[in-house]
């Protein structure tokens, strides 16, 4: 490990790839290390995971909602936003680096992925697109090109009431995301629901509630497509255009 200092390496890949759970292994191979995450869901999750393999005392959470920051943390899991910026680490990692091309955003993932370095190894992952980017851009990167795990087959349209077990409905408003949830628990029983603008606590209990198997259907918006690992067998859209704040 410490013969190669310095060493910058971006797995890239589509979702389902393995590339957050590999990034994690190697974090905790370090001494010290800083994870970079999109959503707040997506950072909570990799705390839980790590705190399972290092202890509580060991990892920190660090979001615009949550702060656990346990005096002895060698592990920051953040939101990119958070990330800190005067802490030298041996391991820095920033996931779903394509952010860089998001107009409200961007700016915040570029910064990261230009300035944030782990003394020993530096982990960028995200899509495939960024290969040309990256390369351009910063100097020195080993590229590692993963492949899905899963097969995707595209399984037509259908009912809400025909609706096998593990299942996500992903809406494109907060309106949208309660109608289809209400429309499914009345039909089939019971169903959790994510959204960004829900509590950290809520939003938490929700993901619980779906993942222990309580309910079959999870309605969402489409930003538990950031990386976001849950057991789901079919994902539906109910509709095929968003608005973006800008244009649909």
Not at 69 to 84: H, K, L, N, Q, R
Not at 110 to 132: A, D, H, N, P
Not at 183 to 202: D, N
Request: glycine share 8%; proline share 2%.
């Amino acid at each position: 490990m410490k013969s190669h200092p310095h060493k910058i390496t971006a797995l890239l890949g589509p979702t389902n790839t393995g590339k957050t759970y590999i990034a994690i292994e190697k974090m905790l191979e370090y001494n010290d290390g800083i994870f970079g995450l999109p959503l707040r869901l997506l950072a909570r999750e990799v705390y839980d995971k790590c705190v399972q393999k290092v202890g509580i005392e060991k990892v920190a959470l660090i979001t615009g909602e949550e702060k656990i920051i346990p005096s002895t943390a060698s592990y920051f899991i953040c939101t990119v936003e958070s990330m800190p910026k005067n802490k030298d680490v041996e391991f820095v990692a920033i996931d779903e680096i394509q952010m860089c091309a998001d107009r409200e955003r961007g700016h915040i993932f570029t910064e990261r992925m230009l300035e944030s370095r782990g003394s020993m190894l530096t982990m960028f992952l995200g899509s495939q697109i960024m290969e040309k980017i990256i390369s351009e851009l910063v100097n020195g990167v080993e590229f590692e090109k993963k492949d899905r795990f899963s097969k995707l087959s595209y399984s037509g349209i259908k009912k809400i009431s025909r609706l096998e077990r593990k299942v996500a409905i992903i809406a494109f408003s907060i309106e949208e995301v309660y109608a289809i949830a209400e429309l499914v628990r009345r039909q089939k029983g019971g169903a959790a629901v994510i959204m960004g603008s829900l509590s950290p606590k809520t939003r938490n209990s929700q993901v619980g509630l779906y993942q222990s198997g309580d309910v079959d259907y999870l309605i969402a918006t489409d930003a538990i497509g950031m990386g976001l690992n849950m057991d789901i067998n079919e994902i539906y859209f109910s509709n095929l255009k968003k608005f973006d704040g800008k244009k649909n």
